[in-house]
DNA sequence: CGTCGGACCGAGCGAGCGTTCGGTAGCCTC
DNA sequence: GAGGCTACCGAACGCTCGCTCGGTCCGACG
């Protein structure tokens, strides 16, 4: 083991260009938003796949190690994108709140579905892997709780409950993925920086 | 007719008492929160009502009727209590917003199975109750819309996009139902507080 | 050239699904 | 005390579910 917290190349977490996810998945994750995990058979997964059952089957093991791969994989992308947003701001409380919630917004926006899916469908994992959600969640929370600890202890914000006030933030971050339109007027990143607005007014002294 | 949109005696929005829903229905509003729609058998939810499974068709047509039948009440009863508030708060604009999002909240906490049904089913609602219930869902959103717009036309509040603004109050509240512990640290009065007071920070002048 | 393994498929298994049929038990009315 | 009503229930219908069996095709390797 080499103590590998620090990457030696941190992602850019501004960059959503493609998801590296395979097209079987892609198309899952499609049909699962559209009428969830148990609303949707893999025989529908499979044509939306252009593919057998059998065929699905030769790639995961079942339907539920579809939705897994899944949810790993929203729950791994959202953490590495806030740890490099965290290291890019540096000791900075104020850029530190600003920069995760810019990535908390952009990622809701930029990956829609995935962020839907994982905010909807915990309770369609079977109890091992709905353990590791919860406890990648916490952790996603913990983050954002500790930098308005942080900010409080040293008289840069001003939060009564830092554990409440993160999660104000985050579920208003949540939101995004319920109505963002990348069609519509407003941008990622626009929302973004109004969201990081909205979250300093809140800590504001 | 009358114009019948001033009631006689308006509800108390505040008071969460007892939710006036059958047993069975409040029964069914459990197993779906466990499970989801489609993740729950009409067999569950006979059981947890003590039931046969005709004598649950009995009461209503189809599991289609049971879940409808929670998503609008779930709508309604939010729309009279919201209503209430504005009704109190009279003309003044801070008051209407701090009641408005007082409310919300106290809602998504003390009828957060309730809430957080109508939040995650849309998807499960057949065409046209889907459609009622999206109709529902705007004209709540709306309300909030417009409480923000004449609070900025008015100088009262500054706000660049009332209705992104609206969203991101909205979905903070919809959180609640989420994470909300009645045997937790907080009670909804005090979170219903802390929440009027985020609202009035982000539209802070 | 042979055979090996990855990528896939048609057909079908048993289980469980939403729903319905043909009842029964108890109560109220005339 | 006959008839009708509400509130149920046991059994079963046709269908769809997640999943598997026993293959075929095809490019890579020796």
């Not at 917004?105 to 892997?129: D, Q």
């Not at 996603?140 to 914000?157: D, K, N, P, S, Y």
């Amino acid at each position: 083991m080499t103590g590998d917290d620090e990457p030696a190349t941190r992602m850019n977490w501004r960059d959503f260009e493609k998801d590296p996810l395979p097209p079987l998945l892609r198309t899952a994750v499609q049909t699962f938003v559209a009428h969830g995990y148990h609303g949707t058979s893999t025989r529908t997964l499979a044509a939306a796949a252009n593919m057998s059952v059998p065929g699905l089957y030769h790639h995961f093991a079942s339907k539920q190690a579809i939705i897994v791969a899944i949810m790993d994989h929203a729950m791994d992308d959202l953490w590495r994108r806030s740890d490099a947003a965290l290291a890019e701001a540096g000791s900075d409380l104020d850029q530190q709140l600003r920069l995760h919630v810019e990535c908390l917004a952009l990622f809701h926006a930029h990956r829609k579905e995935l962020a839907f899916l994982a905010a909807t469908e915990l309770r369609s994992l079977e109890p091992v892997a709905r353990a590791r959600h919860i406890a990648a969640r916490d952790r996603q929370e913990r983050m954002l709780v500790e930098i308005l600890r942080t900010g409080t202890a040293h008289g840069a914000f001003v939060v009564a409950d830092p554990r409440q006030a993160a999660r104000a933030m985050i579920t208003m971050c949540t939101g995004v993925s319920q109505w963002f339109d990348a069609a519509g007027p407003l941008s990622a990143a626009q929302i973004a920086e109004d969201y990081a607005g909205y979250a300093e007014r809140i800590v504001r002294r």
